[in-house]
RNA sequence: UCCCCUGUAGCUCAAUCGGUAGAGCGAGCGGCUGUUAACCGCUAGGUUCGAGGUUCGAGUCCUCGCGGGGGAGCCA
């Protein structure tokens, strides 16, 4: 085991015939031979494609151990990368040794050799990365992130690390998590030595008074960084942040995480077309990296998941994402002959059907609708001299819907304190927000993906919790 | 949180009007084969999600609970 093991998709791309090379991996499937020798399909999850194994019955141990070469016991193999006569691949290994590290019982193992739901495979967090679908949404999730960084990177942006713990309440962005100590020191009071876990009746004060919390004050789970990202924003240019994100919502959806991972932006001296423009390239980048980086795995959830994803990836990179007001979404919403569930009127929000009509049917692209009323937007957005909206705008793309959301910052002190006080807010909470406003002001803009919606986009998946590691959502959080 | 659907073998699903529990895949065994979604044969595998109820009789009908899915709202 002192080897280091090569990977297979290096073996398989570019893997010497008559080298000898040593790897480790998974078995997924074992065919026998009258002759005595075996062809062993060994997956290390370094690529879609397993590299076959041929046993001959002579390898020392191997008759012994052969039988408990089912799928998912691992293994350690060393031998000759020789050319195979196969049709299906390049290359092949004669193993030399084979020593069988782990069994799995076939009884017992629940990836059986055949098509799973992923309903079933969610039940099995801890075992569905071994399966060809959820292996290739973590290398694309992955190599999502890189390019994401890259993007920024190669931009100036400077990467920013705002707070899981906050105290702020970003108004709009939905419920919050408490992160409280009081219900351990209730617990202490009582007597009792050990904290309930979850799922345990547990009873709470009736009353928690915050003072004699942690912090001193009630704090939450982050629903969004981006206040904390305009700090530095206005002091150091552009900057993005790249964290988890957390929203105590009770959403039961196939787009809906109670925890997910968010990109914020944030860019002075930038209005709402910038904005929207830093908004397309971005989107687009990440596509061309999947595309370009990622082939294999890309052409799997074509053929296998959703055999539009390449087509819809393709359509994006090629044309322009169509701009319109959020007034010319209703008009088009309203002036079409279908009947809809939810009729609109301006000042209502767009309702999912609205917004999917518009981008699957109307246009058949991801468009980006901007300058929305101001009745329904929070208090941080920059108020039009219309009187009635504000510089907000949404990208929406076909399938997912709305990937993301942004907005030019209000920087008028005066109009930020008018809007504060119209949403029922008061001013002295957000006295550092507001002295970004008294000193030094700037116009800036900023917007926040969803990176599992973008992978919702990229790979055909369904739900999003299938695009996330280990998903957290209503009564789940499991592994 | 609301509306609709659903829960049967390890997995995916059948089971007519309420009348003896079935198939495919997977697994085990055997056969065949430089195989590769392998193929052929045989075998095993069930408290039909749970608790009540109606009925001579419940997988099937009713009530409640729990789980899963779809849609909606909230949003990324």
């Not at 908004?279 to 998941?305: T, Y």
């Not at 279908?338 to 917004?355: C, F, I, M, S």
């Amino acid at each position: 085991m002192s080897t280091q093991a090569a990977r297979v998709a290096t073996l398989l791309t570019r893997g010497e015939p008559g080298s000898q090379v040593v790897v480790a991996g998974w078995v997924r499937t074992r065919r026998d031979s009258k002759q005595g020798f075996s062809f062993i399909e060994l997956n290390d999850g370094s690529c879609m494609a397993n590299l076959q194994i041929v046993v001959d019955g002579n390898v020392p141990g191997f008759t012994e151990i052969k039988s408990d070469l089912t799928t998912g016991s691992s293994v350690h193999v060393a031998g000759e990368l020789k050319e195979s006569p196969g049709a299906k691949q390049r290359v092949e290994l004669h193993a030399a040794s084979l020593e069988l590290l782990g069994t799995a019982d076939a009884d017992e193992y629940p990836l059986q050799k055949k098509r799973h739901s992923f309903e079933f495979l969610r039940e099995i967090a801890h075992l569905r990365p071994r399966t060809n679908t959820f292996g290739a949404i973590a290398r694309v999730r992955n190599c999502v992130c890189r390019a994401i960084h890259e993007f920024f990177q190669s931009r100036g942006f400077l990467n920013v690390q705002t707070p899981i713990i906050t105290t702020s309440d970003c108004e709009g962005a939905g419920e919050m998590f408490t992160v409280t100590t009081l219900l351990h020191e209730s617990i202490a009071a009582r007597g009792e030595t050990k904290v309930p876990g979850p799922g345990t009746a547990a009873s709470p004060p009736s009353t928690l008074n915050f003072q004699n919390d942690f912090f001193g004050k009630r704090a939450s789970l982050t629903v969004s960084g981006q206040l904390e990202a305009e700090i530095f924003a206005t002091s150091l240019g552009p900057v993005y942040t790249f964290g988890p994100t957390f929203r105590a919502e009770n959403s039961n959806t196939a787009r809906h995480l109670a925890e997910f991972w968010m990109i914020e932006p944030e860019v002075p001296f930038c209005d709402l077309d910038g904005d929207m423009q830093l908004a397309e390239a971005f989107i687009k980048s990440i596509v061309q990296a999947s595309l370009d980086e990622c082939r294999e795995d890309m052409e799997f959830f074509n053929e296998r998941i959703d055999n539009t994803v390449l087509g819809t990836l393709q359509n994006i990179l090629d044309h322009e994402f169509k701009r319109i007001s959020y007034s010319e979404a209703v008009d088009i919403v309203t002036s079409t002959d279908r009947t809809w569930e939810y009729p609109v009127k301006w000042g209502d929000n767009l309702q999912a059907e609205h917004e999917r009509f518009l981008t699957e049917e109307h246009f058949g692209q991801p468009i980006i609708v901007f300058d929305y009323p101001r009745t329904i937007k929070p208090f941080y957005m920059y108020c039009n001299d219309d009187g009635r909206t504000v510089r907000a705008m949404d990208v929406l793309v076909p399938r997912v819907g709305e990937i993301i959301g942004g907005s030019q910052r209000e920087h008028r002190l005066e109009t930020l304190d008018l809007r504060l006080r119209e949403c029922g807010l008061d001013p002295a909470d957000y006295w550092w927000y507001r002295d970004l406003r008294r000193y030094g002001s700037v116009p800036h803009s900023g917007f926040g993906l969803g990176l599992e919606r973008m992978l919702l986009l990229l790979t055909g998946m369904q739900n999003i919790r299938d695009v996330i590691p280990f998903p957290r959502t209503p009564k789940h959080a499991d592994f």
